[in-house]
């Protein structure tokens, strides 16, 4: 998904169905809010391979370290 003002698309679910994938991501899409408070105001579904067309390995690798930062904080904030 991606903020107001985002420069880059952030990655919160994955799935190996798209259907799921969607369901996740629109259940995050509707909780989420960046550091200034905002909702997303996008949201896209993209496999690995399409990740890969358009950014190569860097793009998969980026999607990986933004799920776990996110189930990072998700631990840090529900002890």
Do not use: F, N
């Not at 998904?1 to 995050?28: C, D, I, K, N, Q």
């Not at 896209?44 to 690798?61: H, T």
């Amino acid at each position: 998904m991606r903020y107001p003002h985002g420069e880059r698309w952030e990655t919160v679910a994955v799935s190996a169905h798209r259907g799921v994938a969607a369901t996740l991501a629109g259940g995050m899409y509707r909780d989420l809010r960046d550091d200034a408070g905002r909702s997303p105001v996008q949201v896209r579904i993209a496999s690995d391979e399409k990740l890969r067309r358009g950014g190569g390995e860097a793009a998969v690798r980026q999607a990986a370290a933004d799920l776990w930062q996110r189930a990072q904080a998700t631990a840090r904030a529900d002890p």
